[in-house]
């Protein structure tokens, strides 16, 4: 599929457009093509020459575009951003965004020190603010079998959440043990989550019977933990800022009696791909590690990295390279696995792309190739699918975006 990014025309009027509102923001030149009745040739030179004609007889009329973005694809054109975006949700950069139960999002930024809850509301088709919950929340977990919601903060302190009464979710209990900024938690099983901190130290904590966590002895680095995971298999993968991916598992002769020994060791690494720093992790449905790169420092040199790694199972259970995607321009800021077995990643490149799964001829694995590229004007930093099926992401601008897939379907 060949892309035309730098086919971009009407960029950002700002005087107001009198009687054509959908032009707001397009995202999707085949669904607009279609609102406005203009034929849709299939080819694009005549494309191109119809839509500019129309936008220069809208300038003659005294009528302008807001915030006008266009771009041009090759190829299926199937996701539309929807208009029910939410405008300045923090005041800073938003750290976290989570489904809830009950069709809310939850966001949360370390900046302004708050969690906030934004409910639909069907009748109107927009979300709206519905509870702010203070504090110094950053990183945030959400379990949705026990409705709790897990807060890292900035002194190394992780904070749960009850739902009391609907939306009004109270501090419970808390969880220290780091000794610096909490950057990242996340789930290994129903009784079972893992943290990782600005103290260079990962630590799994364990639930008793009692419902009270306890944690295991911390495995300790000499750099900043960025980002944890938790496989299928209960092993946790972690990465510091020196874009090496590291796998801990569980040891099986682990003593409790023993003093200073930790019950998780390191199974294996995965390296010497990723140029500058792993930004972002993702386990696939099918088992597969997919990583992001970011730009990283080494004393005053930038050291760029826009790349996807994808690592695959091998026949002994440990984990081999497999593919580099590249088609980002920035740095890769999230990775999520799609209901479809595709899976998204965004970027500070002011895209999201869509990339599809396929089975290598004659091998007995996959291969990813990119299927769909959406695009805004402003870097999109955390992404989610919602229960719907609508891909949700945040953006440089503190704004909540929602897309869906035109066909209805994934």
Same mark, same amino acid.
């Given at each position: 599929m060949n892309y035309y990014n730098d086919l971009k025309i009407a960029k950002e009027n700002k005087e107001k457009c009198n009687n054509i509102n959908f032009l707001r923001y397009v995202n999707n030149i085949s669904y607009e093509f279609e609102d406005m009745k203009i034929e849709h040739n299939e080819t694009l030179a005549i494309k191109i020459s119809e *839509?500019?004609?129309?936008? &220069? !007889?809208? !300038?003659?009329?005294?009528?302008?575009?807001?915030? $006008?973005?266009?771009?041009?694809?090759?190829?299926?054109?199937? %996701?539309?951003?929807?208009?029910?975006?939410?405008?300045?949700?923090?005041?800073?950069?938003?750290?976290?965004?989570?489904?809830l139960t009950n069709e809310r999002i939850l966001t949360s930024s370390r900046k302004d020190f708050s969690?906030?809850? *934004?409910?639909?509301? &069907?009748?109107?088709?927009?979300y709206k603010e519905v509870k702010e919950i203070k504090g110094k929340c950053g990183c945030v977990l959400y379990s949705k079998e026990t409705n709790k919601i897990f807060s890292g903060d900035a002194d190394g302190v992780i904070s749960i959440f009850e739902e009391r009464k609907n939306n009004d979710y109270v501090k419970v209990n808390t969880l220290s043990c780091h000794q610096k900024a909490i950057n990242t938690i996340a789930k290994i099983s129903d009784d079972k989550i893992v943290s990782g901190g @600005?103290?260079?130290?990962?630590?799994? =904590?364990?639930?008793? &019977?009692?419902? /009270?966590? %306890?944690?295991?002895t911390p495995i300790k680095m000499d750099k900043i933990i960025?980002?944890?995971?938790?496989?299928?298999?209960?092993?946790?993968?972690?990465?510091?800022?020196?874009?090496?991916?590291?796998?801990?598992?569980q040891d099986d002769n682990f003593e409790k009696e023993q003093k200073e020994i930790t019950d998780y060791i390191l199974d294996q690494t995965l390296k010497d791909k990723h140029k500058g720093?792993?930004? #972002?992790?993702?386990?696939?449905?099918? @088992?597969?590690?997919?990583?992001?790169?970011?730009?990283?420092?080494?004393? !005053?040199?930038?050291?760029?990295?826009?790349?996807?790694?994808? =690592?695959?199972?091998? !026949?002994?259970?440990?984990?081999?390279?497999? /593919?580099?995607?590249?088609?980002?321009?920035?740095?890769?800021? #999230?990775?999520?696995?799609?209901?479809?077995?595709?899976?998204?990643? @965004?970027?500070?490149?002011?895209?999201?792309?869509?990339w599809k799964e396929k089975k290598v001829e004659n #091998?007995?694995? *996959? @291969?990813? &190739?990119? $299927?769909?590229?959406?695009?805004?004007p402003h870097g999109i930093y955390k992404l989610i699918q919602l229960e719907d099926d609508r891909i949700c992401g945040t953006s440089s601008t503190f704004q909540i975006l929602f897309w869906r897939n035109r066909s209805g379907s994934y």
């Open positions: *839509f500019t004609n129309f936008l &220069e !007889k809208l !300038k003659k009329g005294s009528s302008k575009l807001i915030n $006008a973005h266009y771009f041009f694809t090759e190829g299926k054109r199937d %996701y539309i951003m929807e208009q029910n975006y939410l405008n300045k949700v923090h005041v800073s950069y938003i750290s976290s965004l989570v489904e969690m906030k809850i *934004f409910k639909e509301d &069907e009748e109107n088709n927009i @600005s103290d260079c130290r990962v630590i799994v =904590w364990k639930m008793n &019977e009692f419902g /009270q966590y %306890y944690n295991t960025t980002n944890v995971i938790a496989l299928f298999d209960e092993r946790i993968v972690f990465t510091c800022d020196d874009g090496i991916i590291y796998i801990y598992k720093m792993v930004n #972002c992790l993702c386990q696939l449905n099918n @088992s597969y590690i997919i990583s992001g790169g970011a730009e990283k420092l080494e004393g !005053k040199t930038k050291i760029k990295d826009k790349s996807i790694i994808v =690592w695959r199972l091998d !026949k002994d259970n440990s984990y081999i390279y497999s /593919q580099t995607l590249k088609g980002h321009n920035g740095n890769i800021t #999230c990775l999520i696995q799609l209901r479809d077995g595709n899976f998204a990643s @965004s970027s500070i490149d002011h895209t999201i792309k869509i #091998c007995d694995y *996959f @291969s990813y &190739e990119m $299927a769909y590229n959406l695009e805004y």
